[in-house]
Nanobody
Framework: QVQLVESGGGLVQAGGSLRLSCAAS????????MGWFRQAPGKEREFVAA????????YYADSVKDRFTISRDNAENTVYLQMNNLKPEDTAVYYC?????????????????WGQGTQVTVSS
């Protein structure tokens, strides 16, 4: 079992930045690929970014590429999402998730554990 707790969300103006954190506890953090997803009201949960166990490989959704950066600190059992140049359409609840499968995935159903989410609101 892995417990995930997100933090760092909030209200920011368009063009601003936020850094989300996701602290993991339980089993060995470095055994899991980690992902960030988001869900806006009335919309399905969508992939944002993922990072490999080692941190050497990262995937991004096209909508956030060049604006968001995912990183992890295996010594601190934490994964981060640095979000720059935020847009109103980035408004959503952001979730981190852990995936114990061999390969990284952009699909929500592939992830085994989820946090409770943190709200990000971007005003225009």
């Amino acid at each position: 079992q892995v417990q995930l707790v997100e933090s760092g969300g909030g209200l920011v103006q368009a063009g601003g930045s936020l850094r989300l954190s996701c602290a993991a506890s339980g089993r060995t953090f470095s055994n899991y690929h980690m992902g960030w997803f988001r869900q806006a009201p009335g919309k399905e949960r969508e992939f944002v970014a993922a990072i490999s166990r080692s941190g050497f490989t990262a995937y991004y959704a096209d909508s956030v590429k060049d604006r968001f950066t995912i990183s992890r600190d295996n010594a601190e059992n934490t994964v981060y999402l640095q979000m720059n140049n935020l847009k109103p359409e980035d408004t959503a609840v952001y979730y981190c998730a852990a995936d114990m499968a061999v390969g990284m995935s952009k699909l929500a159903y592939a992830y085994d554990y989820w946090g409770q989410g943190t709200q990000v609101t971007v005003s225009s």
